[in-house]
């Protein structure tokens, strides 16, 4: 019976501290290829005074996370065990990030005895150098510019073009309302004179005396186009 009543309590001590642990992480975290990062962790209780326990990290999918574990023998640090008890901290360190090294970590503490409570995990993303969040914001500020200055000078050729269309047909209109101002003298300029010679007979059938000649009629014309022809006349 006293076995029983022992046991009860035990399981109802593991019950409470349970509940009243907290473990806390941080979202996501990010570093760079061949860089170091640090994965926060952090843990509070209720229960006051000297605290007895421990922590470890995993990752995503079981892999366990210590200094002697493949693959990140030789790359990890990681919090004595005073500052862990005392702080209340079980911070990560990874040093020589590797792309591989990429995923979810889970932090899981430990206090008296009491079943161990896993934080909600940190997403850690490694970048290649030149690739990371500001490099690609840098990029695409410097892409906008570009295609910025791109566009204003389409639009001023666009412009260019458009004022020496609109150049050449005012000068166009100029020429052909010139044109219709002084047409005539164009046309005048144009006229050469052709001189005929006539010769008309006065009556029927005349015959000229001998030594005599019939009188001469000579016109002059002047053919044009727009014009009417005009002629002179005079008598020998």
Same mark, same amino acid.
């Given at each position: ?19 009243? &642990? ?20 952090? *843990?509070?209780?209720?229960? =006051? ?5 421990? +922590?470890?990290? %995993?990752? %995503? #999918? ?10 990140? =023998?030789?790359? &990890? ?7 862990? &008890? %005392? ?7 990874? /040093?020589?990030?590797?792309? *591989?090294?990429?995923?979810? *970590? ?18 850690? /993303? ?66 050469? #004179?052709? +001189?005929? %010679? ?19 009629? +000579? ?9 009417? #022809? ?7």
């Amino acid at each position: 019976m006293a076995g029983l009543l022992l046991c009860c309590l035990l399981a109802a001590s593991s019950g409470s501290w349970s509940q009243e &642990l907290r473990v806390s992480q941080p979202g996501w975290a990010q570093g760079l290829e061949g860089g170091s990062v640090t994965l926060p962790c952090s *843990y509070k209780t209720s229960v =006051q005074g000297p605290q007895v326990g421990s +922590y470890r990290w %995993e990752k %995503e #999918p079981g892999l366990k996370v210590a200094p002697g574990v493949l693959p990140f =023998q030789g790359r &990890l640090g990681m919090p004595e065990a005073r500052i862990f &008890l %005392e702080e209340g901290r079980a911070d990560l360190e990874i /040093h020589d990030l590797r792309h *591989y090294d990429a995923g979810t *970590y889970h932090c899981l503490v430990t206090l008296h005895g009491a079943p161990e409570v896993a934080g909600n995990g940190t997403r850690l /993303h490694v970048d290649r150098p030149g690739t990371g969040t500001s490099q690609t914001m840098n990029s695409w500020l410097w892409g906008a510019m570009g295609a910025g200055l791109g566009a204003m000078g389409l639009v001023s050729v666009i412009a260019a073009i458009l004022v020496c269309v609109l150049r050449r047909q005012r000068q166009g209109r100029r020429e052909t309302e010139s044109r219709w101002e002084h047409p005539r003298q164009d046309q005048a300029a144009g006229l050469e #004179p052709n +001189y005929v %010679e006539l010769r008309v007979k006065k009556g029927h059938d005349r015959v000229p005396p001998q030594g005599k000649q019939l009188p001469v009629v +000579y016109a002059a014309l002047a053919v044009g186009q727009g014009t009417s #022809p005009w002629s002179h006349r005079g008598q020998s």
